[in-house]
């Protein structure tokens, strides 16, 4: 039995920008997710959490946390894009490693403006799939060479990789030598797809797992009424479990049953959230994956 080691994220707390009013205080989520029993975090977007890797180590250090990942969004599906892309890789993953983390969580463009939903690209046909899977293998070989860290891939709603299909299809055009899937489990229901049989048919592919459920009423009224993800957020699509999809438990036990040890990291998007809602969100969210995950470990 492999081990599920959980934490969380600043998306927890309701943050998706560097800099935001309408945010947690960087100060307040690192505290609040140690008081909430947490030791392992993500990033988050870069420049939210200090970019001086003493001065993190330092503030981590103090409230018993550690890194698991960095985050960063990349448009390789687009013809020359490459330098783009890596000059924002690159800074992300130069802390990341500096942290003593071993992942990059790498997601896809969106189609659509995650904040007001604009429609503000086309969907990718097949010539611009292939190209998007060969720069992100290439993606992958290079962030292991330069900073010695894994990348996993986030399918995301409202991007180019969503759909259950699209994650295969993705799949097939990249080598898992150089880049995996982060499962989340959230998006993955939010697209329609199948998170248990992603883990059964994709079981040496599965690298890394973002935990969040969906509520199915908000999602088809969200569906209905063609609305994008930053509006659905605001609806509360993504909430606390066990209210929503997937069940979570026997999601858990799946990945144990892969008998590698995985990071699953708590992500319920919240922005923009009152700044009372996250911590004891938080609390009750890790009491129920320790009393019903198999193999979850803090």
Request: charge should be negative; charged fraction near 25%; glycine fraction near 8%.
């Amino acid at each position: 039995m492999g081990k599920v080691n959980v934490g969380s994220a600043p998306d927890s707390w309701g943050v998706w920008f560097a800099d935001d009013a309408q945010q947690t205080p960087w100060e307040r989520f690192l505290d609040e997710v140690a008081a909430a029993g947490y030791t392992r975090i993500e990033l988050g977007p870069y420049g939210y959490l200090p970019t001086d890797p003493a001065r993190l180590k330092e503030e981590l250090d103090k409230r018993g946390l550690e890194v698991t990942a960095g985050t960063i969004f990349e448009h390789l599906h687009r013809p020359d894009s490459w330098e783009s892309t890596w000059r924002d890789v690159s800074a992300v993953a130069e802390l990341t490693a500096a942290m003593g983390a071993k992942h990059l969580v790498v997601i896809p463009s969106m189609w659509r403006d995650s904040v007001t939903g604009e429609i503000v690209e086309p969907p990718l046909d097949d010539e611009s799939r292939t190209r998007h899977g060969r720069q992100m293998t290439e993606l992958g070989r290079r962030i292991a060479a330069e900073y010695g860290l894994k990348t996993q891939f986030h399918p995301h709603a409202d991007a180019h990789v969503d759909t259950h299909e699209n994650v295969e299809r993705f799949l097939a055009e990249t080598d898992g030598e150089h880049v995996n899937l982060c499962l989340d489990t959230g998006h993955i229901s939010y697209c329609g797809g199948d998170n248990l049989k992603l883990i059964q048919d994709y079981p040496d592919r599965i690298g890394y797992v973002h935990l969040k459920q969906v509520d199915p009423n908000v999602l088809d009224s969200v569906i209905e009424q063609g609305l994008g993800f930053g509006e659905a957020v605001k609806r509360g699509v993504m909430c606390e479990p066990p209210q929503g999809v997937p069940d979570l438990p026997p999601v858990l036990d799946a990945l144990s049953k892969l008998d590698v040890d995985l990071f699953a990291i708590v992500e319920q998007d919240l922005y923009p959230c009152p700044s009372d809602v996250p911590l004891p969100i938080a609390e009750r969210t890790l009491s129920y994956l320790m009393t019903h995950g198999g193999g979850v470990s803090v």
